[in-house]
């Protein structure tokens, strides 16, 4: 089962780490150390050019913690190149993803900073801020290489007004759908009678709900559509409000006002929550009132599903012939609705209680290069792992997405992705204090409400009751001054309205 | 030859010297063998009970940098008039009353097919056992990966057999009875084991006369074996009963809680409260209130099998039961 | 008259025959969940998500158990290792002494012995946020030693009453005669209780390292990325990933299958040895 | 060798529950001396005070004169055999035999020269080497003996050696004992509840009641001259019968009420009673004879008439149980006699066979003035009883 031949030297030791790396069959090995190795290269150049000013103080050992284990092995192939680049030795320390806030926040309050670097949900920016050193007083934009940074990501990851993270993961919705249903002549023209207008992937809520609808056949085991109904409730739910509120020309997503008080019992939310459970009776009937995040993607991948609103996983997964059997069938386009929006994504921060900030500040900024963060995307991408947040992974997409260039579909991807990430109208996650909180109230009464224990009023009416508790607990005042904050930079860059 | 007898009887002598020294000794030998373990156990358990307490009566919030204030029964009256704390609590009774006595009978049934059998009783009975060995975070996972809707097992053979199976830990209506499932499963084995000690415990010349008498298996089953284990039924019920309150790694692992919080017992809500949003003046109320029910719960079982022993004149039999896991 | 004849009867071998046949079903249907692991544990991955699942694996495979353990796996058994043998030794060094004095100066079932053991049916959860408070005071945050004491405080209740429960059990009468051998105490101890008691020690041990081994809620909540036990690592794979299902299974089955070998060598002692009388409280 | 003086010993646990209540007694060197009572009398918290295993609550305990109640068995140099569970179940006979031996440091090869020769002694030289699981209760018991004997103690402590070896085993086991203690001249205190084996091995010996002592002496002393009615019922084969009698006057004859019914009584009893109104009259069941119903003539006595209630065949007697009022009387009559159930019979209770007790206290009035049956003969029909 495991070898032990012989001692295994540094270098055996990295191959050996990224040889057992997960992954899931999409890459041999060998292709993998091929690729690496000229990976190697390109970073380097891209190490001593970038980074070499950030690196010049800093030395010693660093620390990053991430939020799982999985590829943490990717990692730890930089670390030699990172380590002759810089002479910083970097170590990767993980914990669960379920376990990233608690586990981080109870890094962050130790005298001593278990983690130098770690990553984080940008929503959470809010409640980590105070334990989170400002970049800038470690080290400048540019050294992050930050203008290449999509715009709507450059906007995350303040707090009181300063920048405390910096994207290393950028999730996006796109819409994922099966040509074989959407460019079948036979469908576009059963389509055209039944709803009077053409067959194509949605562009508006009703044209999702239409599109759902008519390829939900339970008898033939395809459904129209797949959210998660599960865990994640968030990120959809706030989609559909958001997008609705766009319909309707109100402030986008605003979830407050500006006395703190929650704004959810409105006939918007009401019906955001309506079209949520609506779009449900579309997806698998055994899953849809519970639907969790890997069982879903599981079911497009095996072909049950026509459509999905949903993360760039997705489109990752099902192009990927080894793991889906609708890998020659698929393409992907910008979600349905006017906003785009983001939710979680990861983020990395600098620990307050590190005591090498340089040295953190350095391997972020070295991640950062073009080149590695390229590679970074590259080599985790057969995973659901890191999602592209630079303009510039989509330069050359066949080398940023190399598992899906066979296809063609690279090109496809980076298009929906560029273009959904250009769109002038964009959402962002509220990251004030107690967003852990806020957040949980969300998905807890939304998925009391998809399940049907509580009909949406009173799903929104508790949700209400618990926001305020959380808002009186962070003191009203404190809140309103970082929800201004937070509102101010959002309209100020011309989103939400 | 012999020696003169005299009896007196003296009230209670003076201790002599050497008694008290000995018994100074042993005093002191005492406190040195117990010394080490109950300083250990009263530190570890004193500590934090102090800090628990404490937390209990403030508006502790670990993740806020806020200062924290002392609330009195705040905390306590959070929890009373919180609807989720009831639901959890209705959740937490739910394993103590459904999925514990389901346990018992189906540990005497299993008891039962084993105490028939004449070889091999001990082979099936560890087979039987292994469940109860296991970490219930593996058991946890074992079941997921086997009730996946998608591609478990258990959903493909039922869909095979033209059956339209539920979500199981994914379904708002089934989430729960899953929990409870797997709490069966991993535990009935240990009421078996209980059980098929009682029933070893019944002599064989018990059966015999109560063949004698013309009583058949049912007869003999209600009249006799069943009125003989109540005992066993009894301390398997009060030991299920407060390992109940411990349900926590499954619930972790299948559901979270979920979905929306149809499997939230009481140990997951404290853990979501204390650690998921860290409100641990919240979290350490609920903790003390999860004590005391506990604590009355069993106190009050206990009384009324003890007063039911005394009514039917069959005081509760100090009971020796055979237990392989706590 | 077949009761009384040695041979059975061939309708009597049927009924056997059945019922070994009927358990030997049952079983297998009690056991599926489990099974279905071990099956998976030697799926490649491309196996692991057909729906419906092929039965056996069609190429199986031994990378699972390779990679689980580079990716976790490995530091988790290694840890699990270090605090529940470490922690169930402190068990038995403390434990030993105060289950003797307990089996010989105190009445069993008594008020002390009952408090003891009332400090185990406490559940985890209650204790667990004192817990962590007082790690963050004394720095036992995420520490090898931090575990340890927890995993001895949480098996010492037990392991001092399976011992006196055995040590009960073991006639005074071996005590006196080496005490009127002449003995002092700690060759007593050595040549005498030690001996004597080792079938007790072996069960308590085991138990403590097992309950150690396989405990899940203060090893999530009181130790960070340095201390990883076997079930923090196992539910660290498995939170909002994709598990891979064949890592996991093997990883699981390493860290049942000592366990499963113990328990069935170890059943009857087991069994015999952890008994208790509630009736009387 | 030692003489051992107890004085004033008191036991008692937790100042609530008297084990052992103020007893004094002495034993002689090189003496069998045996401590005897029905279970919860003390004896066995008498030896275990003298072995070192218990603290005396109070009172002296003295080994040739010097006290020893702060020293540890060792110190006092006794050894002691177990009722049961008395080798340690994890090491050979020979380790078991010679542990003492290598705990007092002795070196080995003497330890081996020791082992060997008690071996011979014990006759259990074949045995050496196996532990106690592969042995039979008696030779396990052989092997304890052994490891006592071993040391040459100053006091060899038994606490019922014997009792739960099977009847035929104990009584070769009493007589091996017995003779060993005299030819090695230890002395030695044997804790029995059995009157058959205090009388048959020990010299002397207490008899306990309730921790009090009753009564120490030979067994024919305790047996013939017991100081009162419990000691007189409690040592002896078969238990004495015990009639209270009051006193009834009538004219001119005395007599009494026995059982319900009135008796007259013997000159014996009268000059008895006379100074009484009540009187206690005992009875060993070989001192009384059962007649049918008017038969012939008794010799001096009490002669009462009842009904048989069982008779049990004991081979080389029939013992009697008679039914008279509402009491009965056991009698002890020659074999070749036959009694059907419910016949009509009289007892006569040999007046000269009669003890006589103060019924209050219980105290011995009177002795029997002819021994019903001699103690050698008693102790012969013991033998061949069990």
């Known amino acids: ?497 | ?326 | 008259m077949t009761a009384f004849s040695p041979k059975l009867s061939p309708g009597e071998r049927l009924s056997t025959i059945l019922r070994h046949i009927a358990m030997t079903l049952l079983l297998l249907l009690f056991l599926a969940p489990l099974i279905w692991l071990l099956i998976t544990a030697f799926k490649p991955y491309t196996e692991l998500f057909i729906s419906p699942p092929t039965i056996l694996p069609a190429d199986a495979t031994l990378e699972n158990f390779s990679k689980g353990w580079a990716i976790g796996g490995g530091k988790g058994i290694t840890d699990s290792l270090i605090v529940s043998s470490i922690s169930t030794a402190f068990c038995l060094i403390l434990g030993y002494p105060a289950a003797y004095a307990l089996a010989r100066r105190f009445p069993p079932h008594g008020q002390l012995s009952f408090t003891i053991l009332s400090l185990r049916m406490m559940p985890p959860i209650v204790p667990v946020i004192g817990f962590y408070l007082m790690f963050q005071k004394f720095s036992l945050f995420d520490t090898y030693s931090g575990l340890i004491l927890i995993y001895t405080f949480m098996n010492l209740p037990l392991v001092i009453w399976l011992l006196s429960e055995f040590l009960r059990q073991i006639p005074k009468s071996y005590e006196e005669a080496a005490r009127i051998d002449g003995a002092p105490w700690y060759r007593l101890f050595w040549d005498i209780l030690l001996p004597l008691s080792k079938p007790g020690i072996l069960t308590a041990g085991i138990l403590s390292m097992i309950f150690a081994w396989n405990e899940f809620l203060f090893a999530l909540v009181l130790t960070g990325e340095k201390v990883i036990t076997l079930p923090k690592a196992l539910a660290s794979f498995f939170l909002f990933q994709q598990p891979n299902w064949g890592q996991l299974g093997a990883i699981g089955i390493v860290a049942i299958g000592p366990l499963l070998i113990i328990s069935f060598y170890m059943q009857r002692a087991l069994i015999r040895s952890f008994s208790v009388e509630l009736g009387g409280r | 060798m030692a003489s051992v003086t107890l004085t004033n010993l008191v036991k008692s646990y937790g100042g609530v529950v008297h084990a052992v209540r103020d007893v004094s007694f002495a034993i002689e060197d090189g003496e069998f001396f045996g401590l005897l009572g029905p279970s919860g009398s003390g004896k066995t918290s008498v030896l275990r005070m003298l072995a070192g295993l218990e603290q005396p609550t109070s009172g002296s305990i003295l080994f040739d004169g010097v006290p020893v109640e702060d020293k540890t068995p060792q110190q006092r140099n006794i050894a002691m055999v177990f009722e049961q569970n008395a080798l340690y179940p994890h090491m050979t006979a020979r380790q078991n035999i010679s542990y003492p031996l290598k705990i007092a440091g002795m070196p080995k090869p003497q330890i081996a020269a020791a082992v060997e020769d008690v071996a011979q002694m014990l006759n259990i030289a074949h045995l050496i080497d196996r532990r106690a699981s592969q042995m039979s209760g008696g030779q396990q018991q052989r092997v304890a003996i052994a490891r006592a004997l071993v040391r040459r103690p100053n006091l060899l402590c038994l606490d019922e050696p014997i009792a739960h070896l099977d009847t035929l085993l104990r009584a070769r086991l009493r007589g091996e004992l017995k003779r060993l203690q005299r030819s090695l001249g230890t002395t030695s205190v044997i804790v029995t509840h059995d009157p058959i084996e205090a009388m048959t091995m020990t010299d002397r010996l207490a008899l306990m009641r309730e921790g009090q002592l009753q009564q120490v002496g030979t067994p024919d002393e305790i047996h013939n001259k017991p100081v009162n009615a419990f000691v007189a019922q409690f040592f002896g084969l078969h238990s004495m019968n015990l009639f209270p009698i009051d006193h009834v006057s009538d004219g001119a004859a005395l007599s009494g009420q026995f059982g319900g019914e009135t008796v007259t009584l013997p000159a014996i009893v009268r000059d008895m009673i006379s100074r009484d109104a009540r009187l206690l009259v005992g009875a060993r069941p070989s001192g009384v004879d059962v007649r049918r119903a008017g038969a012939g003539d008794a010799p001096e006595g009490m002669r009462v008439s009842g009904k048989v209630y069982v008779s049990e065949q004991l081979g080389d007697a029939l013992l009697v149980t008679v039914q008279i009022g509402s009491g009965t009387v056991q009698a002890l009559v020659p074999h070749d006699r036959d009694f059907a159930i419910d016949e009509p019979v009289d007892v006569v209770i040999d007046a000269n066979a009669m003890f006589f007790f103060d019924p209050d206290t219980q105290e011995t009035r009177r002795f029997a003035s002819r021994l019903a049956v001699p103690t050698a003969a008693l102790v012969q029909a013991a033998a061949l009883s069990v």
């Open chain 1, 1 to 497: 089962m495991i070898k032990l031949t012989r001692r295994p030297g540094v270098e055996d030791f990295a191959l050996d780490r990224l040889s057992s790396m997960d992954t899931g069959g999409l890459i041999s090995r060998r292709e993998l150390l091929k690729r690496s190795t000229a990976f190697g290269a390109v970073a380097t150049l891209g190490t001593f050019s970038g980074v070499l000013s950030a690196t010049a103080q800093a030395e010693g050992k660093v620390t990053v913690g991430l939020d799982s284990g999985a590829f943490t092995p990717i990692l730890e192939t930089f670390a030699p190149e990172f380590k002759a680049a810089t002479g910083i030795e970097v170590t990767f320390a993980s914990y669960p993803l379920g376990n990233m806030y608690d586990q981080n926040l109870l890094a962050l309050q130790q005298t001593e900073a278990r983690f130098d670097a770690f990553d984080f949900w940008p929503n959470f920016t809010g409640d980590f801020g105070p334990f989170l050193t400002p970049l800038e007083e470690v080290g400048t934009l540019a050294e992050l290489n930050f203008d290449d940074i999509a715009k709507p990501f450059q906007l995350l990851n303040h707090y009181d007004g300063k920048l405390v993270g910096v994207m290393i993961d950028g999730d996006m919705f796109v819409d994922t759908y099966r040509t074989d249903l959407f460019e079948d002549a036979a469908e576009m023209a059963a389509f055209k009678t039944k709803y009077g207008y053409d067959l194509a992937a949605p562009k508006t809520y009703e044209q999702y709900r239409d599109t759902a609808e008519f390829f939900t056949r339970p008898d033939k085991n395809l459904y129209g559509a797949v959210e998660v109904t599960n865990y994640f409730v968030y990120a959809f739910f706030i989609n559909q409000l958001v997008q609705l509120g766009a319909e309707k020309g109100e402030r986008y997503g605003q979830l407050f006002d500006d006395q703190m008080k929650p704004t959810l019992v409105t006939p918007t939310a009401i019906e955001a929550l309506r079209r949520y459970k609506e779009i449900s009776a579309f997806m698998p009937a055994d899953l849809a009132a519970s639907m969790p995040w890997d069982v879903g993607r599981q079911a497009f991948f095996d072909g049950r599903i026509a459509q999905a609103n949903w993360w760039t996983d997705m489109p990752k997964g099902a192009s990927d012939a080894s793991i889906s059997k609708v890998a020659e069938k698929i393409k992907c386009t910008r979600s349905f609705g006017e906003v785009t929006v983001l939710p979680y994504g990861r983020a990395m921060g600098i620990a307050k209680n590190s005591k090498n900030p340089k040295g953190a500040f350095a391997a972020i900024a070295w991640l950062q290069q073009s080149a590695n963060a390229n590679r970074w995307v590259a080599e985790t991408f057969a995973q659901s792992l890191m999602d592209p947040w630079r303009m510039s992974m989509f330069n050359d997409p066949k080398s940023t997405f190399p598992l899906q260039s066979a296809s063609g579909f690279a090109d496809n991807f980076a298009a929906a992705c560029k273009d959904t990430l250009s769109n002038p109208k964009c959402y962002l996650d509220i990251s004030i204090p107690g967003t852990n909180r806020y957040l949980g109230s969300i998905i807890q009464h939304v998925q009391r409400a998809i399940t049907g224990e509580a009909t949406p009023e009173e799903a929104l009416q508790a949700m209400t009751v618990e926001f305020e508790e959380t808002t009186e607990t962070y003191g009203r005042d404190r809140q309103i001054a970082h929800h201004n904050e937070y509102r101010d930079r959002m309209i100020a860059n011309g989103y939400w309205s």
């Open chain 2, 1 to 326: 030859m012999a020696s003169p007898v005299t009896i007196r009887v003296s009230s209670r002598p003076k201790d002599s010297a050497a008694t008290v020294r000995h018994n100074r000794a042993e005093r002191r030998a005492t406190l040195m063998l117990l010394g080490p373990a109950l300083t250990f156990l009263g530190l570890l358990s004193i500590w934090p009970f102090a800090y628990l307490l404490y937390a209990s009566f403030t508006s502790y919030q670990l993740a806020i940098p806020i200062p924290t204030e002392w609330v009195g029964l705040g905390n306590f009256r959070r929890i009373f008039a919180s609807s989720r704390f009831w639901s959890s609590l209705s959740i937490t009774l739910i394993f103590a009353l459904v999925a514990v006595p389901l346990q018992i009978a189906l540990g005497m049934g299993l008891a039962l097919l084993l105490n028939g059998l004449s070889r091999g009783r001990e082979i099936y009975a560890s087979l039987f056992l292994i469940p109860m060995m296991l970490a219930p975070i593996v058991v946890g996972f074992a079941w997921n990966l086997f009730l996946n809707p998608i591609y478990g097992p258990l959903n493909a053979l039922l869909r095979g057999m033209g059956f339209q199976p539920p979500a199981w830990a994914q379904s708002p209506d089934w989430a729960l009875p899953t929990i409870v499932l797997v709490d069966i499963w991993q535990w009935t084995p240990f009421v078996m084991v209980v059980l098929l000690a009682g029933l070893r415990s019944i002599p064989n010349r018990i059966f015999e006369a109560a063949r004698v008498d013309g009583s058949n298996r049912w007869q003999t089953f209600v009249h006799i074996v069943l009125p003989m284990l109540i005992p066993y039924m009894t301390v398997a019920f009060v030991l299920r009963f407060i390992d109940s309150f411990k349900v926590f790694d499954v619930v972790y692992i299948l559901t979270k809680g979920g979905p929306g919080t149809s499997t939230q017992n009481l140990a997951y809500y404290t853990y979501d409260m204390g650690f998921g949003r860290f409100d641990f003046g919240l979290a350490g109320a609920l903790s003390i209130v999860q004590l005391v029910l506990l604590t009355v719960g069993t106190m009050s079982i206990l009384a009324m099998v003890r007063r039911r022993g005394r009514a039917t004149g069959s005081e509760l039999p100090p009971v020796k039961i055979e237990r392989v896991a706590a």
